[in-house]
């Protein structure tokens, strides 16, 4: 059994999908970066195990990173799952974690790395926006994919309803890549492309969740 924990910064939608995919995996705890996070309570009720590692309590970058690192070693999970996770990692952190550490990230990468990535997809005028499930290296958002899943950019679409198009998208995904790590079906050394074994291929194309029902 691949075992993981899970890294969080709000709302934790992207856990739930993970913890209620029923995937196999076992969750080790839920961490998060803020006390207020409402993904904890979810998990509490779920009856995960969850950690706080406030990054306001630290004088750097460095020390949160390598207090959170302890956490994490702890627990030695075989994933490290960045769900909504909204702290940048140094190198270091990223070093002690290779080939071990997923992240979700909102858009079609490598297009719209970073923030905003609704709004800026609405900006550039592109017709097709999404998610994509990545490797983490020390590039951000640069690392190789796993996953993604493409939504259409329709005419009066804003920033939130675009947001939200592509969440379900995420909601699938992310579950999806999971369970190709909990079945050993994932070739990655973490730097380079990410092969599934068993599948045609290493993207998970959704043009829109409605239509690939
Ligand atoms: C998700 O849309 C995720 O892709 C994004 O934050 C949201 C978290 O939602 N992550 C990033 O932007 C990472 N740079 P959630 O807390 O409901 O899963």
Redesign the pocket.
């Known amino acids: 059994m691949k075992s993981a924990v899970i890294l969080?910064?709000?709302?934790?939608?992207?856990?739930?999908a993970i913890v209620e995919a029923r995937t196999g995996l076992e969750v080790k705890a839920v961490i998060a970066n803020r006390p207020d996070a409402p993904?904890l309570p979810w998990a509490v009720e779920r009856g995960l195990a969850t950690r706080v590692v406030d990054h306001r309590e630290f004088a750097t970058r460095d020390a949160f990173d390598e207090r959170l690192a302890l956490e994490i070693e702890r627990l030695r999970p075989d994933l490290l799952l960045?769900?909504?996770?909204?702290r940048i990692l140094g190198e270091a952190f990223i070093g002690r974690f290779a080939g071990r550490m997923v992240?979700?990230?909102?858009s079609l990468l490598p297009a719209f790395p970073?923030?905003r990535?609704h709004r800026r997809a609405l900006e550039a005028g592109v017709k097709l926006h999404g998610?994509t499930v990545h490797m983490v290296t020390a590039a951000l958002?640069g690392g190789p994919i796993v996953a993604q899943g493409a939504v259409p950019v329709l005419a009066g679409d804003t920033e939130e309803s675009l947001?939200a198009r592509?969440?379900e998208v995420?909601h699938r995904i992310y579950p999806q890549a999971v369970r190709w790590f909990v079945e050993d079906r994932i070739e990655s050394n973490g730097r380079d492309v990410v092969q599934v074994r068993g599948t045609g291929a290493s993207h998970d194309w959704i043009v829109s969740p409605r239509n690939a029902e």
Do not use: C, K, Q, Y
Not at 82 to 86: E, N, Q, R
């Open positions: 969080v910064s709000g709302r934790g939608s992207n856990m739930r993904a960045l769900a909504g996770f909204m992240n979700i990230h909102p970073g923030l990535t998610a958002d947001a592509v969440l995420e």
